[in-house]
């Protein structure tokens, strides 16, 4: 963000999907990695990732746990 009377503020934690995604996209190329996880409307788990293999998808899964666990500190 460019405009210094403008402050970024942390990802919602009641963000609809869309707004996670833009809010991840306007981060541009410091995002390196993505792994989408969710689910569609009729309850189905939804993976998605950039160039990930599993492997690498499940070490960024679990790092993304220990994340959650501990409060954003991992």
Same mark, same amino acid.
């Given at each position: 963000?460019?405009?210094?009377?403008?402050?970024?503020?942390?990802?919602?934690?009641?963000?609809?999907?869309?707004?996670?995604?833009?809010?991840?996209?306007?981060? =541009?190329?410091?995002?390196?990695? &993505? *792994?989408? @996880? =969710?689910?569609?409307?009729?309850? &189905? *788990?939804? @993976?998605?990732?950039?160039?990930?293999?599993?492997?690498?998808?499940?070490?960024?899964?679990?790092?993304?746990?220990?994340?959650?666990?501990?409060?954003?500190?991992?």
């Amino acid at each position: 963000m460019n405009n210094t009377n403008v402050i970024a503020l942390p990802a919602s934690t009641n963000f609809r999907p869309d707004q996670a995604l833009k809010s991840t996209m306007d981060m =541009g190329e410091r995002v390196t990695d &993505v *792994l989408i @996880v =969710g689910y569609d409307e009729d309850g &189905v *788990l939804f @993976v998605r990732s950039s160039h990930l293999s599993r492997a690498e998808a499940l070490f960024l899964l679990e790092k993304a746990k220990e994340w959650a666990m501990y409060g954003g500190l991992a």
